[in-house]
């Protein structure tokens, strides 16, 4: 069955780095892109990023661009987010999701989601 | 402040019709195809509706989902207590050059 796991969550301190994984299993990774989608304490869903399948092309949202980095080793079955310049309000529940249901080359995420690993940042 | 606007609360009873709305603009909802996602408390979201009115497997006819021009609306007839959940809707945003979300709506079923 299809499978998302992230790691790599944890408590940092404004400035730091860390970097997420996203572990996928029971599809062939290779053929999907991957999103990040994070979630803050009691708040809504905000998209972060999305990588297609073959790494070729990746957007971010502009709260994170130029500090994210989402990647992918095809090999591996694993997607990363490198997040850079850590800030409070980057707390929150990042969540991997395999995107679906394509329409036209837009793909929103879809029937397979992560159970989040959870990022805190605070001084 | 979202993307996409979606009004804090909803509410009805068991076994009534409830709609939730979804607000955007022509860069959003009115050129691209519209999403909703169910999130149970403590659990990750699950798609719930995708191109505007489509169900995935599993999801039950009584959840349906429309679009007009830079809005779009999620239906659900025939509440259960199980709807009991925060619904979002969610677009790919041309001139953002990525997906935007609503701010998500609180259904209570009372």
């Known amino acids: 069955q299809v499978q998302l796991v992230e790691s790599g969550g944890g408590v940092v301190q404004p400035g730091t780095s860390l970097r997420l994984s996203c572990v996928a299993s029971?599809?062939?990774?290779?053929?999907?892109?991957m999103h990040w989608v994070r979630q803050a304490p009691g708040k809504g869903l905000e998209w972060v990023a999305i990588?297609?399948?073959?790494?070729?092309?990746?957007y971010y949202a502009d709260s994170v661009k130029g500090r994210f980095t989402i990647s992918r080793d095809n090999s591996k079955y694993t997607s990363y987010l490198q997040m850079n310049s850590l800030r409070a309000d980057d707390t929150a529940v990042y969540y991997c999701?395999?995107?679906?249901?394509?329409?036209?080359?837009?793909?929103?995420?879809?029937?397979?989601w992560g159970q989040g690993t959870l990022v805190s940042v605070y001084s | 402040q979202s993307v996409l606007t979606q009004p804090p609360s909803a509410s009805g009873t068991p076994g009534q019709r409830v709609t939730i709305s979804c607000s955007g603009s022509?860069?959003?909802?009115?050129?691209?195809?519209l999403n909703w996602y169910q999130q149970l408390p403590g659990a990750a979201p699950k798609l719930l509706i995708y191109?505007?009115?489509q169900r995935p497997s599993g999801v039950p006819d009584r959840f349906s989902g429309s679009k007009s021009g830079t809005s779009a609306s999620l239906a659900i007839s025939g509440l259960q207590s199980e709807d009991e959940a925060d619904y979002y809707c969610?677009?790919?945003?041309?001139?953002?050059?990525?997906?935007?979300f609503g701010g998500g709506t609180k259904l209570t079923v009372l």
């Open positions: 969610a677009a790919w945003d041309d001139s953002l050059n990525g997906w935007v």
């Open positions: 022509s860069s959003n909802i009115e050129s691209n195809t």
């Open positions: 191109t505007n009115n």
């Open positions: 029971g599809f062939s990774f290779s053929h999907y892109g």
């Open positions: 990588i297609w399948s073959d790494g070729s092309n990746k």
């Open positions: 999701a395999r995107p679906d249901y394509c329409s036209a080359t837009k793909c929103p995420p879809g029937d397979y």
